[in-house]
C-alpha cells in the first residue's frame, strides 16, 4: 500500500503564495503518475494538476500559468507551487498517486483571503 502525507496548507492573502507537499511511502511500489485534486465546499472534488514519472504535466484551465507542479522521484515527492492565489482557490487539496491502484492524502487546507 502507498501512504501519501500532505503539507502546506494555510491562509494566504489573495494574490498570495503557497507551497504544498506530498510524500509517499511504502515498498515494492512503482508510483507513476502523482497529483493534486480539490474540494471546496459544496462542490465536487476537481483536477488541479498531474505529473508523470516522465514528467508530462497536465493542469486545469482556471490554474493554468498560476500553479505548478513538481516532483521529485528520488524522494517520491510532488509539489504544488501556488501563485497569484484567489478566493475562489479555497478548497481542500488532496494528493494522489497512481500505482497500480490508487491512494490519497488525508487532504490539506488552503483558505484564500479577499
Known amino acids: 500500500q502507498v501512504q501519501l502525507v500532505e503539507s502546506g496548507g494555510g491562509l494566504v492573502q489573495a494574490g498570495g503564495s503557497l507551497r504544498l507537499s506530498c510524500a509517499a511511502s511504502g515498498r515494492g511500489f512503482k508510483i507513476n503518475t502523482m497529483g493534486w485534486y480539490r474540494q471546496a465546499p459544496g462542490k ?3 483536477l488541479v494538476a498531474t505529473i508523470t514519472s516522465g514528467g508530462y504535466t497536465n493542469y486545469a484551465e482556471s490554474v493554468k500559468g498560476r500553479f505548478t507542479i513538481s516532483r521529485d522521484n528520488a524522494k517520491i515527492t510532488v509539489y504544488l507551487q501556488m501563485n497569484s492565489l484567489k478566493s475562489e482557490d479555497t478548497a481542500v ?14 487532504g490539506t487546507k488552503v483558505t484564500v483571503s479577499s
Open 44 to 46: 465536487q472534488r476537481e
Open 93 to 106: 487539496y488532496y494528493c494522489n498517486a497512481r500505482w497500480g491502484s490508487v491512494s490519497w492524502g488525508q
